[in-house]
């Protein structure tokens, strides 16, 4: 264990390097991240710990953090290099002198021609949990200057989302390293709400922590603006000759391209099928009334699919009963009869598509409230008032990768 002073009064012996971060719009470096390293008994290590050590005042922090930083501009002005520079600090150690001395540096480089709308400023979504207002004040004063706002982690605590609302950072950084964990269902739920809230709020989504293809490939179908990790590039004291490094994001991306048009095609394949066996079975609809017999007149031809069926009509109120398949064995469960379904998120805007469009549409996958199960619904309308919904069943999804990924 190094002691905290060691490396205080060995600041020459502690350097930047540089991690480079892609771009998903042009496959190219457009920045570098900084990750402090000290030479230590013949070979350099991270300073992560010495940061993360709460046992070392801040102002050691802050003392290492301000050397790292004049170096790291030094050295992308004397490589003439023009990436963004990413720079984590601590909330604590920000607000050390209201945080001028950071913003001094930045004025000095400024004026050496390092503009400050290159400075991507990183913030954990834990320092949240300090004295926000001052935080939110001090950041936002330093966005007037042009600096770049990141917020790291994100995600990790989800009562934080109204503050990075609030804050409006510039970027939003994903650790993907959860992708693998041991909920990864539930970290595709977070996902799905950063990417709302990063459309809401004008802000890019980038994935660190890259280690592998499929991380790699789960951050581009995720809406990844920027990547970064181990898997692209590691962390080297040399910038790269003109950004350019070995790994070649754009055949990676391509390969992604190519999947994933194929699983679309294979939906929409899928969905036409089934388009064209209502079709045919269309002349045996004779209105509300009857609801039900149509069902069971059509539940045979779906029987490989589907676990239930049911008929609403364009104001989402259930005309029919619904249609339960048990084992091999079809249920009648007419107590839902009247049932309200508007509610449902995209219920008129999808029934308004297909009455315009007279085509069936094939929902994302989703839990169903009732089974707990991932399903899909396959919807198509039957008239200009009346819509048959088929729910297709966990089983038949799950065999097929292309229903099984959106």
């Given at each position: 264990?190094?002691?905290?002073?060691?490396?205080?009064?060995?600041?020459?012996?502690?350097?930047?390097?540089?991690?480079?971060?892609?771009?998903?719009?042009?496959?190219?470096?457009?920045?570098?991240?900084?990750?402090?390293?000290?030479?230590?008994?013949?070979?350099?290590?991270?300073?992560?710990?010495?940061?993360?050590?709460?046992?070392?005042?801040?102002?050691?922090?802050?003392?290492?953090?301000?050397?790292?930083?004049?170096?790291?501009?030094?050295?992308?002005?004397?490589?003439?290099?023009?990436?963004?520079?990413?720079?984590?600090?601590?909330?604590?150690?920000?607000?050390?002198?209201?945080?001028?001395?950071?913003?001094?540096?930045?004025?000095?480089?400024?004026?050496?021609?390092?503009?400050?709308?290159?400075?991507?400023?990183?913030?954990?979504?834990?320092d949240f949990d300090e004295d926000?207002?001052?935080?939110?004040?001090?950041?936002?004063?330093?966005?007037?200057?042009?600096?770049?706002?990141?917020?790291?982690?994100?995600?990790?605590?989800?009562?934080?989302?109204?503050?990075?609302?609030?804050?409006?950072?510039?970027?939003?950084?994903?650790?993907?390293?959860?992708?693998?964990?041991?909920?990864?269902?539930?970290?595709?739920?977070?996902?799905?709400?950063?990417?709302?809230?990063?459309?809401?709020?004008?802000?890019?989504?980038?994935?660190?922590?890259?280690?592998?293809?499929?991380?790699l490939y789960f951050a581009w179908?995720?809406?990844?603006?920027?990547?970064?990790?181990?898997?692209?590039?590691?962390?080297?004291?040399?910038?790269?000759?003109?950004?350019?490094?070995?790994?070649?994001?754009?055949?990676?991306?391509?390969?992604?391209?190519?999947?994933?048009?194929?699983?679309?095609?294979?939906?929409?394949?899928?969905?036409?099928?089934?388009?064209?066996?209502?079709?045919?079975?269309?002349?045996?609809?004779?209105?509300?009334?009857?609801?039900?017999?149509?069902?069971?007149?059509?539940?045979?031809?779906?029987?490989?699919?589907?676990?239930?069926?049911?008929?609403?009509?364009?104001?989402?109120?259930?005309?029919?009963?619904?249609?339960?398949?048990?084992?091999?064995?079809?249920?009648?469960?007419?107590?839902?009869?009247?049932?309200?379904?508007?509610?449902?998120?995209?219920?008129?805007?999808?029934?308004?598509?297909?009455?315009?469009?007279?085509?069936?549409?094939?929902?994302?996958?989703?839990?169903?409230?009732?089974?707990?199960?991932?399903?899909?619904?396959?919807?198509?309308?039957?008239?200009?008032?009346?819509?048959?919904?088929?729910?297709?069943?966990?089983?038949?999804?799950?065999?097929?990768?292309?229903?099984?990924?959106?």
């Amino acid at each position: 264990m190094m002691d905290p002073l060691d490396i205080l009064e060995n600041l020459h012996k502690v350097k930047p390097a540089f991690q480079p971060i892609i771009s998903a719009v042009k496959h190219n470096v457009i920045g570098y991240e900084v990750l402090g390293r000290f030479q230590f008994e013949g070979s350099w290590i991270s300073l992560g710990d010495f940061f993360h050590d709460s046992d070392v005042p801040d102002e050691y922090k802050v003392e290492v953090d301000q050397h790292l930083l004049k170096l790291a501009i030094t050295q992308m002005l004397d490589s003439e290099n023009d990436g963004l520079l990413f720079i984590n600090r601590n909330a604590k150690q920000l607000l050390i002198n209201s945080g001028e001395d950071f913003l001094e540096t930045l004025k000095v480089y400024a004026e050496k021609g390092f503009s400050m709308n290159r400075i991507v400023l990183e913030i954990t979504e834990h320092d949240f949990d300090e004295d926000f207002d001052v935080l939110e004040h001090l950041l936002i004063y330093y966005k007037t200057y042009g600096i770049q706002i990141a917020v790291d982690h994100v995600g990790a605590k989800s009562s934080n989302i109204d503050r990075i609302h609030q804050l409006r950072p510039h970027i939003l950084k994903v650790d993907t390293s959860f992708v693998r964990n041991s909920n990864p269902e539930a970290f595709q739920d977070v996902i799905q709400i950063l990417s709302v809230l990063a459309r809401r709020i004008g802000a890019k989504l980038s994935y660190e922590n890259i280690e592998d293809n499929y991380q790699l490939y789960f951050a581009w179908k995720h809406g990844g603006h920027y990547y970064q990790g181990f898997y692209l590039a590691k962390p080297d004291f040399e910038l790269p000759v003109n950004g350019c490094i070995p790994f070649d994001v754009g055949e990676k991306i391509k390969a992604f391209v190519q999947q994933e048009k194929s699983m679309v095609e294979r939906r929409y394949a899928f969905t036409h099928r089934r388009e064209e066996k209502v079709k045919k079975l269309l002349s045996k609809w004779k209105g509300p009334e009857t609801a039900d017999r149509f069902i069971e007149a059509v539940a045979e031809d779906f029987k490989e699919e589907s676990f239930r069926f049911y008929i609403c009509n364009s104001d989402g109120q259930q005309v029919s009963s619904n249609f339960r398949k048990y084992g091999d064995r079809w249920a009648l469960e007419t107590d839902q009869i009247g049932s309200h379904w508007a509610f449902r998120p995209y219920f008129l805007e999808n029934t308004m598509q297909m009455k315009t469009w007279h085509k069936g549409i094939l929902s994302d996958v989703y839990s169903d409230i009732e089974t707990g199960e991932m399903v899909r619904t396959f919807s198509y309308p039957l008239s200009e008032d009346c819509y048959l919904f088929i729910d297709i069943s966990n089983d038949f999804i799950i065999e097929r990768d292309y229903l099984l990924f959106q």
